[in-house]
């Protein structure tokens, strides 16, 4: 079912095999996309996510966040209210998005 595949690596262009057994991994993980780096740039990469002082802590609250640096941020409109947002994530136009305030009020009140 599964057969090894050559994939380009985004970082430093080298191609690389994607073999059988690891897309026979990745399907059993659930994951839906092939790797975009080679495993020397995924080794690296993780390194550098360990070194960061995060701990592992993606999601980033106390110190461990504040090592990252700034946060790409981006301008959208509320799907509520209309208004200029600015959110940590590039919207794709398939979902709605919302401002800070519209967000919170929405949040809030499903729990009620």
Request: include cysteine; proline fraction near 4%; charge should be positive.
């Amino acid at each position: 079912m599964y057969t090894d595949e050559t994939l380009s690596c985004v970082d430093c262009s080298r191609d690389f095999i994607f073999s059988s057994g690891e897309q026979q991994f990745f399907a059993s993980k659930g994951f839906q996309n092939k790797p975009n780096r080679c495993p020397d740039c995924r080794a690296a990469r993780k390194a550098q996510r360990g070194s960061s002082g995060g701990g592992g802590n993606y999601a980033g609250g106390g110190a461990g966040g504040a090592s990252r640096g700034a946060r790409e941020m981006f301008q959208t409109v509320c799907s509520q209210c209309g208004q200029t947002a600015e959110v940590p994530f590039q919207p794709r136009g398939d979902k709605p998005v919302y401002c800070r305030d519209c967000f919170s009020s929405r949040s809030t009140s499903s729990y009620n």
